[in-house]
């Protein structure tokens, strides 16, 4: 056999063992028969200060929120694992992760896409990936009045979340809404939201069964806002008032979950 033969046969051999890794990585997270292992690894975005300060204070206790949050959607879905995941806080990470591309071309994500993973794979200091394990950098930025953050992903393949949150105390509870969304992408969840950052409706409403006009005081977790009685379109203010709806639920496999669960043993 040639060299180049033997070349192309070890990167086929490479490409089969990470789609496959990708799936059983996908088979682990999305079977609900552990608590999710999560990592949380906190990144100055600004170097700002108050970036700085908010991450020399943080406790793995702040993301508790997204733990309760999970535990109760999951179980009104019967799926019920007490705590729903193992949240692990890391120490600060010094550098950030690649920007994804503007233009949003398709070449262009893909490629990012992969610069990120092995981005993430080089900073994890290890030589095997940590199979099943999410891994969610938060980019803590100062609030500057009137400057959004920019938008935060979250990716099924190589559950991996980068979230762009508030260095301030007082937004935390918002944080962690941001942080399930993009958690909740990495299990396989879409977006319930329009162009203009509207619910979809039924999708994307909680209580879908009720008239679209109807106000709601929840928001479906993967559309983010909900519609208040005043017509308007608000965060919801916590955790508290988020729901997994049920079409989240089906592409996260809660309904697979439930139904491995209580037909295995039989
Ligand atoms: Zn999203």
């Known amino acids: 056999?040639?060299?180049?033969?033997?070349?192309?046969?070890?990167?086929?051999?490479?490409?089969?063992?990470?789609?496959?890794?990708?799936?059983?990585e996908q088979f682990m997270v999305r079977g609900w028969r552990a608590p999710l292992d999560v990592a949380v690894i906190p990144i100055n975005g600004d170097g700002s200060s108050a970036a700085s300060e908010t991450i020399r204070t943080l406790q793995a206790g702040d993301f508790e929120e997204?733990?309760?949050?999970?535990?109760?959607?999951?179980?009104?879905?019967?799926?019920?694992?007490s705590p729903a995941m193992q949240l692990t806080l890391l120490p600060e990470l010094k550098t950030q992760p690649p920007v994804p591309p503007r233009d949003g071309s398709a070449l262009k994500t893909m490629w990012w896409s992969l610069k990120l993973r092995w981005w993430v794979y080089r900073q994890s200091g290890e030589w095997l990936p940590q199979l099943g394990k999410i891994k969610?950098?938060?980019?803590?930025?100062?609030?500057?009045?009137?400057v959004a953050l920019e938008h935060s992903l979250g990716l099924q393949k190589g559950l991996i979340g980068v979230v762009h949150a508030f260095a301030d105390a007082r937004q935390t509870q918002q944080n962690n809404i941001v942080i399930a969304h993009e958690l909740m992408h990495t299990l396989g969840a879409t977006d319930?939201?329009?162009?203009?950052?509207?619910?979809?409706?039924?999708?994307?409403?909680?209580?879908?069964?009720?008239p679209q006009l109807m106000p709601r005081h929840e928001a479906e977790i993967m559309a983010g806002r909900l519609v208040n009685a005043a017509g308007?379109?608000?965060?919801?203010l916590s955790l508290d008032q988020c729901v997994i709806g049920s079409m989240t639920a089906h592409e996260i496999n809660l309904d697979e979950g439930f139904r491995q669960r209580f037909s295995s043993g039989r």
């Open 1 to 24: 056999m040639t060299f180049r033969r033997i070349r192309i046969l070890l990167l086929l051999g490479v490409l089969v063992a990470a789609i496959g890794l990708t799936q059983l």
């Open 66 to 81: 997204i733990n309760t949050f999970i535990v109760r959607e999951t179980t009104r879905y019967g799926v019920k694992q």
């Open 136 to 146: 969610l950098y938060v980019l803590y930025h100062a609030p500057q009045e009137g």
């Open 192 to 210: 319930k939201y329009d162009a203009e950052g509207r619910p979809l409706y039924p999708q994307g409403y909680a209580e879908p069964d009720l």
């Open 232 to 236: 308007r379109l608000v965060m919801p």
